[in-house]
């Protein structure tokens, strides 16, 4: 399924300052009976969002109306536990674009980037800057570069680069799946057999 194109985004941030976040809290187990990506957004950390009686819970993070934005920025070691691709769905769906963490979970990261969302590793130091600039202003913007593979803080100007394997990012930058992305090699392919 062809994604939306990521060049560039500029955006405030959810900050989620908890370590070793797994993808059972990200989508509890008990709604992964879909099989289509769409609607996971409203379970995103369901048992952290509301309590026994569906009642908001007025703490955390996601029903603060203080904060905002389309970059969800989690404590080191996120995406832990179980495999489960709904996790990135649910990140996804609810409005999400990038992720930011000193540390993701391998299978997490990759179930990220193959469902258009950009996962960026940052060093603890530079995870604390963004955590410290959104605390003393929830509106501060981050600009995510990904040609340049670029996270800044823009309150202070401070940057940091973040890897990003090079065919994952050329499927992002180009809205690409897998499907896509041989679709756009065919020319070549072509050629190719022709010499053959």
């Known amino acids: 399924m062809a994604t939306e194109k990521f060049i560039t985004i500029e955006s405030s941030a959810i900050p ?3 370590e070793n976040v797994d993808t059972d809290q990200i989508i509890p187990a008990r709604f992964l009976k879909a099989t289509t990506r769409n609607g996971f957004g409203e379970n995103l950390f369901r048992d952290w969002r509301y309590d026994k009686t569906n009642k ?3 703490s955390f ?3 603060n109306s203080k904060y905002s934005g389309k970059i969800l ?4 070691n996120f995406g832990s ?18 992720v930011v963490s000193s540390f993701f979970a391998d299978i997490f ?22 955590f410290d600039a959104i605390e003393k202003d ?4 981050l600009h995510v570069d990904l040609v340049n593979q670029t996270i800044t803080i823009k309150a202070t100007g401070e940057s940091e680069k973040f890897d990003i394997n090079p065919y994952k ?3 992002l930058i180009n809205g690409y799946d897998d499907i896509d992305y041989l679709i756009s090699l065919k020319d070549k392919i072509e050629a190719f057999e022709k010499k053959s």
């Open 16 to 18: 989620l300052p908890i």
């Open 56 to 58: 908001k819970i007025d």
């Open 61 to 63: 993070i996601l029903n």
């Open 73 to 76: 920025v989690g404590g080191k």
């Open 81 to 98: 536990g179980s495999s489960r691709e709904h996790a990135a769905w649910a990140i996804a769906d609810y409005g999400f674009k990038v």
């Open 109 to 130: 990261k990759n179930n990220t980037l193959n469902n258009g969302l950009l996962p960026v590793q940052v060093t603890d130091n530079f995870l604390k800057k963004i």
């Open 138 to 141: 929830a509106q501060t913007k």
């Open 169 to 171: 990012k050329t499927c």
